[in-house]
């Protein structure tokens, strides 16, 4: 089965403080996702990437960035975490192979901004 | 990108069939329909996925409408651990491998 294993389940942090959340995948999936998932608002994607060292924004890019240094971690970094960002945080990774793979995810972190 | 519609909750009894509806009326010939449920406090999960024809896994089958402008996923025999959020998820190969996720069906599973 594959695995996806995200670093932390809970997180608190404070505000403008730098935060890393981290993934990991075991299936040398090529495409890696980052979404966040609020109530009433369902799951938004972040930004993904589909190689290492590359990325692509997703629908809410503004106050993340990512890194992509090896094929099996992709990371979200808050550069300065503010209170619009506690939210819980899912990571999923897909192979491409014609483009219809399914995601496969994390259980997520659950990330606190005081 | 191609919306779906589907009921905010719906309630099944354990051992019965449960029968979840999606509305995709505006899918292009080359979009699929996928199925993931996520169980509370866990990442969602990938349940099955079509793009014309009848599907069937180990966990559920998913009916897709001849026009393609509906499809219905079952569970044959829901039990407890059914009990989650469902969500059907019209899929673009071609759009940047994205996924539009909607809120999905709550699905109750009493006993």
């Known amino acids: 089965d594959v695995k996806v294993t995200q670093s932390s389940r809970y997180l608190v942090k404070r505000t403008g403080e730098k935060v890393f959340l981290e993934c990991v995948q075991d299936?040398?999936?090529?495409?890696m996702f980052w979404y966040r998932q609020d109530p009433g608002l369902g799951l938004r994607l972040i930004y993904f990437s589909y190689d290492v060292k590359m990325k692509e924004k997703g629908d809410i890019p503004e106050g993340y960035s990512v890194s992509r240094e090896k094929k099996e971690r992709f990371s979200l970094i808050l550069e300065s975490a503010s209170t619009n960002q506690t939210s819980m945080y899912l990571c999923?990774?897909?192979?491409?192979?014609?483009?219809?793979?399914?995601?496969?995810f994390g259980d997520g972190t659950r990330l606190s901004i005081l | 990108d191609a919306k779906t519609t589907q009921p905010t909750s719906m309630d099944c009894a354990e051992g019965r069939a449960a029968n979840l509806p999606c509305n995709h009326s505006t899918i292009s010939g080359n979009e699929y329909v996928y199925w993931y449920r996520q169980i509370h406090s866990q990442g969602p999960q990938y349940i099955i996925h079509g793009l014309k024809n009848n599907e069937t896994n180990e966990m559920a089958s998913l009916i897709i409408t001849e026009d393609r402008k509906s499809s219905t996923l079952i569970l044959p025999h829901a039990t407890l651990r059914d009990t989650a959020v469902y969500y059907c998820?019209?899929?673009?190969?071609?759009?940047?491998?994205?996924?539009?996720w909607g809120l999905g069906t709550s699905l109750a599973v009493n006993p």
């Open positions: 999923a990774s897909s192979s491409y192979t014609g483009g219809v793979q399914p995601q496969h």
């Open positions: 299936m040398d999936h090529e495409n």
């Open positions: 998820i019209v899929y673009n190969a071609g759009n940047n491998r994205k996924l539009i």
